[in-house]
């Protein structure tokens, strides 16, 4: 008969406890103790470890939460955000589930989130790989595996993970992400194809000071616009990026892969987002590519004396849009003054357009005659422009010059928008235009489809904002400074601007 003081054995589970406890901050050495890699008649047969990218990530997350730490609660402030571009097949699914099951046993009362590009991919490909890595978890007995949800079974309510499919008329879903003093995870798959209003709502949710959180973006780089692409850009000092070639990953495609590379060129688009895990030149349904305004935004250039000065103003038709006065002087979008403006009536944006074209000495303005913009149009008409200065009322929805723009892709077009959106893409390639991010967002950022006369129409302003995207008000004011042609300079002008300017003059005839 034992001693009354000898300890109570263990059992297996608290074993198995005790041993998950040490990798609180292993996500690596996690995986390679808890699946049964190599063993005959499982799914890991012949397999015998991670990736070398999948293990890397691992690494690097451990090595993120162990940074620096001193106390318990420096672990649990730290935050941790991760995207992953890549081509295909690099097993991004299996490395979403190692690092749910890794969350969900090392730490209790965990709470998750995983969405996923659609809500088909989130139901018929994310949740069924991530319940077939747990089934092979050493502690799977712990846990309920249903269609929407992994939960421990004495704990369902505080310690799971939800399947939730996002929906831009719902970002709410995402909201309330608070678990003081435990683990937050919030895993977006494929994550090009999800809306920026569920960026922002987990973004605010994930503000907890006592909490791990860990937020990881995956997907193949299909959108040069939008959050995840802003990981790898104007936000990755705040992300830990990697982009996987298919072709370094062992079990794609080889033969396949390299066929695309021959076919299609190792810079193609095609190559750049399906092979190479690098976010295309223009997304398959972006208008404008991003390395066009880039450049531009590089560039300068000098206007012709006889180059007419143009003003395109997109008047804004909600609250938080605003109303832009974009100068445009030949090639030249760049050394003039734009101006913006939010919350102002029609009579105080009419008198800022009449001051705009005095200063500029405009030759046409062409107004966004749509909802608001109409009182505009007529109150400029009535105020004291620059001699000779016509004002023309534009309309996005009407119809093109004939329907064909004349550029380097030659395209049929459905509109007037349209029209002058293909006319300032193909004006991009020589132009020049401020070097601001703003611009950049608002011209690339909007997509485009055909109708059913094959015609090429721009996605409406009110689809973009659906996306989470902004109102394209500096793009739109560009793009009406193309709205008709306007004549050039006469030498009278031309000899009126320099005496102006050797004068030191705001007036100047040349009659005089």
């Known amino acids: 008969m034992p001693a009354a003081s000898a300890p109570k054995p263990q059992s297996l589970d608290e074993l198995i406890a005790a041993d998950l406890a040490e990798f609180e901050f292993d996500p690596y050495g996690f995986v390679l103790y808890a699946f049964p890699w190599g063993e005959p008649g499982t799914p890991l047969e012949g397999i015998e470890g991670p990736y070398d990218w999948q293990r890397d990530q691992l690494i690097s997350i451990g090595e993120a939460l162990q940074a620096g730490l001193m106390s318990v609660d420096e672990a649990l402030a730290h935050?941790?955000?991760e995207a992953t571009a890549s081509g295909h097949g690099i097993g991004k699914s299996a490395q979403v589930s190692m690092i749910t099951c890794w969350a969900m046993s090392t730490m209790p009362h965990c709470r998750m989130i995983i969405t996923a590009g659609t809500d088909t991919q989130l139901k018929t490909k994310t949740q069924p790989e991530i319940a077939k890595w747990f089934r092979m978890l050493i502690c799977a007995h712990w846990f309920d595996i249903h269609a929407t949800k992994i939960s421990h079974k004495q704990h369902p309510t505080s310690w799971r993970c939800d399947f939730i499919p996002w929906s831009e008329k719902n970002p709410e879903a995402f909201a309330g992400l608070h678990n003081n003093g435990r683990r937050?995870?919030?895993?977006?798959?494929?994550?090009?194809?999800i809306a920026e209003n569920i960026f922002e709502t987990v973004m605010g949710a994930l503000t907890d000071s006592a909490t791990q959180i860990l937020w990881l973006l995956y997907?193949?780089?299909?959108?040069?616009?939008g959050s995840f692409r802003e990981t790898f850009g104007k936000m990755r000092h705040r992300w830990n990026t990697r982009q996987i070639d298919s072709r370094t990953v062992p079990g794609t495609n080889k033969a396949l892969l390299n066929q695309w590379v021959e076919d299609y060129g190792e810079d193609s688009d095609l190559v750049r987002v399906r092979v190479r895990g690098v976010f295309p030149r223009a997304s398959s349904l972006q208008f404008i590519p991003n390395d066009l305004v880039q450049e531009a935004r590089k560039r300068n250039v000098e206007s012709l004396f006889t180059d007419p000065v143009v003003l395109g103003v997109d008047v804004a038709r909600f609250g938080d849009d605003q109303s832009v006065i974009a100068p445009r002087k030949g090639r030249d979008a760049k050394s003039r003054k734009w101006r913006r403006f939010r919350n102002v009536d029609t009579m105080t944006l009419a008198s800022e357009v009449a001051k705009a074209a005095r200063e500029e000495e405009a030759d046409a303005i062409f107004i966004d005659g749509g909802g608001l913009g109409a009182g505009v149009v007529d109150r400029v008409r009535q105020l004291d422009l620059p001699r000779g200065c016509q004002v023309y009322?534009?309309?996005?929805?009407?119809?093109p010059d004939g329907?064909?723009?004349?550029?380097?892709?030659?395209?049929?077009?459905?509109?007037?928008a349209t029209e002058m959106a293909a006319k300032t893409r193909s004006w991009l390639a020589g132009g020049a235009i401020p070097d601001e991010q703003e611009i950049e967002d608002d011209l690339c950022g909007r997509e485009y489809g055909?109708?059913?006369?094959?015609?090429?129409v721009l996605e409406r302003k009110e689809d973009m904002k659906k996306r989470g995207l902004s109102s394209p008000d500096n793009g739109d004011a560009l793009n009406l400074?193309?709205?008709?042609?306007?004549?050039q300079r006469s030498k009278v002008d031309i000899l009126r601007e320099l005496g102006m300017a050797a004068a030191g003059k705001k007036e100047y005839d040349p009659y005089a």
């Open 79 to 81: 935050v941790v955000q």
């Open 184 to 193: 937050i995870v919030v895993i977006f798959d494929e994550a090009s194809q």
């Open 219 to 225: 997907g193949n780089p299909t959108r040069n616009t």
């Open 393 to 399: 009322e534009i309309h996005f929805g009407g119809k």
């Open 403 to 416: 329907g064909w723009v004349t550029d380097a892709d030659e395209v049929r077009v459905r509109n007037k």
């Open 450 to 456: 055909y109708d059913g006369d094959n015609a090429i």
């Open 481 to 487: 400074t193309f709205a008709y042609p306007v004549a």
